[in-house]
Nanobody
């Protein structure tokens, strides 16, 4: 059974930091590309950051570049998103996503809420 379980979300003040984790099970995590997406109320889901299977390729959306860092630990089947200098516009549900090497299979987590507010 495939599972992607996000954790680490919560309420934080502007300028603060959070670290999201996504624990994967039920598939060959180490060969899958992993990404973080987010969806704010009334908006489309958007790609935040992605990392290749061996972490050799990493990409960020312009809106988070320089503030967020994606990483993975293939020994722990976990992908992380370190979020610094958080802004109110970062408020959203953050989702973990896995994509197979072929691109034909993908999986989603249930999401974790991040709220940036004073």
């Amino acid at each position: 059974q495939v599972q992607l379980v996000e954790s680490g979300g919560g309420l934080v003040q502007p300028g603060g930091s959070l670290r999201l984790s996504c624990a994967a099970s039920g598939f060959s995590f180490s060969i899958y590309a992993m990404s973080w997406y987010r969806q704010a109320p009334g908006k489309a889901r958007e790609l935040v950051a992605s990392i290749s299977s061996n972490a050799g390729s990493i990409d960020y959306s312009d809106s988070v570049k320089g503030r967020f860092t994606i990483s993975r630990d293939n020994a722990k089947n976990t992908v992380y998103l370190q979020m610094n200098s958080l802004k109110p516009e970062d408020t959203a549900v953050y989702y973990c996503h896995a994509r197979s090497p072929s691109g034909y299979r993908d999986y989603w987590g249930q999401g974790t809420q991040v709220t940036v507010s004073s």
